[in-house]
């Protein structure tokens, strides 16, 4: 019994954290995460930093990656812009070349806007 009310308080203690307008860290995470499963933390950390690599993998070779029920990761190609003269709210600008680049973006899965 007195394992389980350590987890209790450690997750609550998590909650706090989250409810007092601070940012969940990774610690925070992998301690919550413990909390509910019944693992190691250290063993939590090591799962979140394996979800990272292995997205960051995916997102790089495929282009898309989803964490079920929370988000999905996607890249954009931007295409190349060229120098010249742009009117912008009635002035004239001066804009410089840019090549074309990459651009990872995040949206929030429907399960999750629904839960909200």
């Excluded at 706090?16 to 950390?45: D, I, N, P, Y």
């Excluded at 009117?87 to 410089?96: E, S, T």
Aim: net charge positive.
């Amino acid at each position: 019994m007195a394992p389980m009310k350590a987890m209790k308080a450690a997750a609550m203690k998590a909650m706090k954290a989250m409810k007092a307008g601070a940012v969940m860290t990774k610690g925070g995470l992998a301690e919550a995460l413990a909390s509910e499963t019944g693992l190691k933390k250290s063993e939590c950390t090591k799962i979140l930093e394996s979800i990272a690599s292995v997205g960051a993998k995916e997102v790089k070779s495929t282009g898309k990656f989803v964490l079920p029920g929370l988000c999905m990761i996607k890249t954009r190609q931007k295409p190349a812009t060229k120098a010249g003269k742009r009117n912008m709210f009635g002035k004239d600008v001066v804009v410089k070349a840019k090549p074309a680049s990459t651009v990872v973006k995040a949206f929030c899965v429907s399960a999750l806007k629904k839960s909200i």
